[in-house]
């Protein structure tokens, strides 16, 4: 099992900044990519950001030029900047971490979520 904690989320004004934080502990042997998603009320998950092993980087059209993914796989963290925030970030963001299992191929673990506010 790996486990997912975020932090960093909040209340903003439209136009700052935020940095959101994970760590994975746990049986973080294997785990080959980490991102983040978000959840806005009443919309499906969706891919923000995500990182593999060798440092490829892909992001979604809406946040591309405003948010910054970086970590280390190695180490299992994983960071989301996040400038220029928009209201329609408003979401919660989760934590997401890929692993290779041998029976199963990738697994997907995820946080409990951080949520993220963009007042107008």
């Known amino acids: 099992q790996v486990q997912l904690v975020e932090s960093g989320g909040g209340l903003v004004q439209a136009g700052g900044s935020l940095r959101l934080s994970c760590a994975a502990s746990g049986s973080i042997f294997s785990i080959n990519a980490m991102g983040w998603y978000r959840q806005a009320p009443g919309k499906q998950r969706e891919l923000v950001a995500r990182?593999?092993?060798?440092?490829?980087?892909d992001y979604a059209d809406s946040v591309k030029g405003r948010f910054t993914i970086s970590g280390d796989i190695a180490k299992n963290t994983v960071y989301l900047r996040m400038n220029n925030l928009k209201p329609e970030d408003t979401a919660v963001y989760f934590c997401?971490?890929?692993?290779?299992?041998?029976?199963?191929?990738?697994?997907?673990?995820w946080g409990k979520g951080t949520l993220v506010t963009v007042s107008s």
């Open positions: 997401n971490a890929a692993k290779w299992e041998t029976d199963k191929g990738n697994v997907y673990y």
């Open positions: 990182i593999s092993g060798g440092g490829g980087t």
